[in-house]
């Protein structure tokens, strides 16, 4: 817990001041890096190795998982925290945002 809940914090904080684009992506890669290949691969192994040390398997195994989706939403959200930051100092022109029912003509009239 001493890991995970202020962190986890720190994500949710980050995504006040990070793209929407990039918060989606870090949950969304949150949910998937947690996914099948650690609870079918890294979670057995770390069991066996906390049992082998002697270690509380409910205690010190299972926090792995935890671990695994925690660390995409920390590092996306702050490669666009990063860029944001850049692209605000170096005024980098980003072209205007359409909505879904915008209707978008890309040629001109003569």
Do not use: H
């Not at 001041?17 to 290949?37: E, H, K, L, N, R």
């Not at 979670?43 to 195994?61: K, P, T, Y």
């Amino acid at each position: 817990m001493w890991f995970l809940i202020p962190v986890y914090v720190i994500s949710l904080l980050l995504s006040f001041f990070v793209p929407d684009i990039y918060t989606a992506i870090a949950f969304d890669s949150g949910g998937v890096a947690s996914g099948p290949m650690t609870a079918t691969f890294m979670l057995q192994f770390i069991i066996g190795v906390c049992s082998a040390f002697g270690g509380n398997i409910l205690r010190d195994a299972f926090g792995l998982v935890a671990l695994v989706a925690m660390m995409p939403l920390l590092t996306i959200q702050a490669i666009g925290f990063i860029s944001e930051r850049k692209r605000k100092e170096e005024n980098i022109f980003v072209p205007e945002e359409y909505d879904d029912l915008d209707i978008i003509e890309f040629w001109e009239e003569a």
